[in-house]
């Protein structure tokens, strides 16, 4: 029997609960710790939380914590550095895999990058997502950040980007960046026009960033081997560093590079979220070529 992927509002207290859980998992793997172990840690009854993670997931804790091994992790690198040779090869811009989001990145020109935004209006706002609040800016041309509140709140978002835009007019739009949330974290369209980011960054940045969308939808790679797709295979340290100052989380999909050890390495948003995202895209991945098998 496939398994089913159960349309849900967005809701932090749950996400906040199945962070806690998968951090107890990641920590006590080796124990292989029982349903009601987790549930006891998390102060819900067995029937509750494996009802809740599995909603939220699509599977169960104990095939969850599957996804997020080495053993796991060694075999997904081997086969998205398989994905994106074939690419090269073949001269696509990217997998081409149906379940991809269609995602164009678009370098702010050096004046705006000079200027600090002078003309320019971004408005943001701050909505649920499967992983908790986030906080999304837009300017008129595409998404300029994405950013999960798990480790700042709205007020310091904010405070960030009108210091990173000081002469930009900056406008609090709920209503206005809602849409843009539901296309990103609820997708019902194939030919739909693509989300468009208007990123600025370094040449190199910029060169990082396109790299990363070429990575599939639930694929993993490694620091080095994104050097390497990018022509710059001493670079890694330096891919690293471009990967720390994305400002589209998610998006531009920085979570889906790690170790060559199969290890997680750092994450700017903390490896919980990374862990959550690897895990909840690797399960809809499976139900996603289940459905087209």
Same mark, same amino acid.
């Given at each position: 029997?496939?398994?089913?992927?159960?349309?849900?509002?967005?809701?932090?207290?749950?996400?906040?609960?199945?962070?806690?859980?998968?951090?107890?998992?990641?920590?006590?793997?080796?124990?292989?710790?029982?349903?009601?172990?987790?549930?006891?840690?998390?102060?819900?009854?067995?029937?509750?939380?494996?009802?809740?993670?599995?909603?939220?997931?699509?599977?169960?804790?104990?095939?969850?914590?599957?996804?997020?091994?080495?053993?796991?992790?060694?075999?997904?690198?081997?086969?998205?550095?398989?994905?994106?040779?074939?690419?090269?090869?073949?001269?696509?811009?990217?997998?081409?895999?149906?379940?991809?989001?269609?995602?164009?990145?678009?370098?702010?020109?050096?004046?705006?990058?000079?200027? *600090?935004?002078?003309?320019?209006?971004?408005?943001?706002?701050?909505?649920?997502?499967?992983?908790?609040?986030?906080?999304?800016?837009?300017?008129?041309?595409?998404?300029?950040?994405?950013?999960?509140?798990?480790?700042?709140?709205?007020?310091?978002?904010?405070?960030?980007?009108?210091?990173?835009?000081?002469?930009?007019?900056?406008?609090?739009?709920?209503?206005?960046?809602?849409?843009?949330?539901?296309?990103?974290?609820?997708?019902?369209?194939?030919?739909?026009?693509?989300?468009?980011?208007?990123?600025?960054?370094?040449?190199?940045?910029?060169?990082?960033?396109? *790299?990363?969308?070429?990575?599939?939808?639930?694929?993993?790679?490694?620091?080095?081997?994104?050097?390497?797709?990018?022509?710059?295979?001493?670079? *890694?340290?330096?891919?690293?560093?471009?990967?720390?100052?994305?400002?589209?989380?998610?998006?531009?999909?920085?979570?889906?590079?790690?170790?060559?050890?199969?290890?997680?390495?750092?994450?700017?948003?903390?490896?919980?979220?990374?862990a959550a995202l690897l895990g909840w895209e690797a399960s809809r991945n499976q139900y996603l070529e289940q459905e087209r098998a």
């Open positions: 029997m496939k398994p089913v992927i159960e349309a849900t509002a967005y809701d932090g207290e749950t996400y906040e609960c199945i962070t806690r859980a998968i951090a107890f998992m990641r920590q006590n793997h080796l124990n292989q710790p029982d349903l009601k172990t987790i549930a006891q840690y998390v102060h819900l009854s067995e029937y509750h939380f494996q009802r809740l993670f599995t909603k939220w997931a699509g599977i169960s804790p104990k095939r969850f914590l599957q996804y997020l091994t080495v053993e796991y992790a060694k075999s997904k690198i081997a086969e998205t550095k398989s994905i994106l040779e074939l690419t090269v090869d073949t001269g696509l811009s990217s997998p081409g895999r149906l379940h991809d989001l269609f995602v164009k990145l678009e370098a702010m020109s050096p004046g705006e990058f000079k200027t *600090a935004g002078a003309g320019l209006q971004i408005r943001y706002g701050v909505h649920e997502s499967p992983f908790g609040h986030c906080f999304i800016a837009t300017t008129a041309r595409g998404i300029c950040n994405l950013h999960f509140l798990n480790t700042i709140d709205e007020k310091t978002a904010e405070h960030h980007l009108r210091k990173e835009w000081a002469k930009a007019e900056i406008i609090r739009d709920r209503q206005g960046t809602r849409e843009i949330c539901d296309r990103i974290f609820q997708p019902v369209a194939t030919n739909s026009s693509p989300l468009v980011l208007h990123v600025k960054g370094t040449n190199f940045q910029i060169q990082v960033w396109r *790299a990363l969308l070429r990575i599939p939808f639930g694929g993993i790679a490694t620091y080095q081997g994104l050097a390497q797709l990018m022509g710059r295979p001493t670079a *890694a340290r330096a891919v690293g560093n471009a990967l720390g100052n994305n400002p589209v989380v998610y998006l531009i999909p920085c979570h889906r590079v790690i170790r060559e050890s199969g290890e997680m390495g750092g994450y700017r948003w903390g490896l919980e979220l990374k």
